[in-house]
């Protein structure tokens, strides 16, 4: 593995890659550090992505990380949480992964809309900017809405308005009124 110390997240989620790879599972960095790739920088202890997965298959694929060496652990969301399920990856330095499965409003363009990211010699595959923008407003919290603003600001004219108010309405009336405030600024 090529994590040899905490705070290594982001190595440990390449070591990740190479078995979703293996088998033939799609991902796209969300969270922190894909929001970091489109502009909004900020600490983050670990790393987080979207699946192409049902939950059905998270027990599985959580003993395919147990077999190759990792710690994981596969947990269901409640009907009422928006994430239907998350395996958290980890190792033996704390370094941990949290892969979101069966995000409740998430387009399966999710993953076709990914950009490619060179980094230590491989490639990781990171959400766009629009989905970016519109994970960050239907989480809602203060530091979210930050990283909203900040990547709004970086993408500019780039940023396809109409796609990432679609993505925030499938979010929910809430994120779609928050990312209104973000487009205006505020």
Do not use: C
């Not at 090529?2 to 190595?11: C, E, I, K, N, V």
């Not at 399966?108 to 923008?133: K, M, N, S, T, Y």
């Not at 989480?139 to 780039?158: E, S, T």
């Amino acid at each position: 593995m090529r994590a040899t110390a905490p705070g290594q997240s982001a190595l440990l989620l390449l070591d990740a890659i190479d078995v979703l790879a293996g088998l033939g599972v799609d991902y796209a960095v969300v969270g922190a550090m894909a929001a970091a790739v489109h502009g909004a920088v900020r600490a983050s202890a670990d790393a987080d992505a979207v699946l192409s997965i049902s939950p059905g298959r998270g027990a599985a694929l959580a003993q395919a990380f147990v077999a190759a060496g990792f710690a994981a652990e596969f947990r269901r969301g409640d009907a009422a949480d928006p994430i239907a399920a998350v395996l958290v990856v980890s190792d033996a330095h704390g370094n941990r992964i949290d892969f979101l499965i069966g995000l409740r409003g998430l387009e399966d363009d999710v993953f076709r809309r990914a950009v490619r990211v060179p980094w230590q010699e491989r490639e990781l595959r990171v959400a766009g900017v629009e989905d970016v923008i519109a994970m960050k407003v239907f989480a809602g919290g203060p530091q979210y809405l930050v990283d909203a603003r900040r990547a709004r600001a970086v993408a500019g004219d780039v940023l396809d308005l109409a796609l990432v108010r679609r993505l925030a309405a499938r979010y929910g009336p809430g994120a779609a009124a928050a990312l209104e405030q973000v487009l205006r600024g505020e």
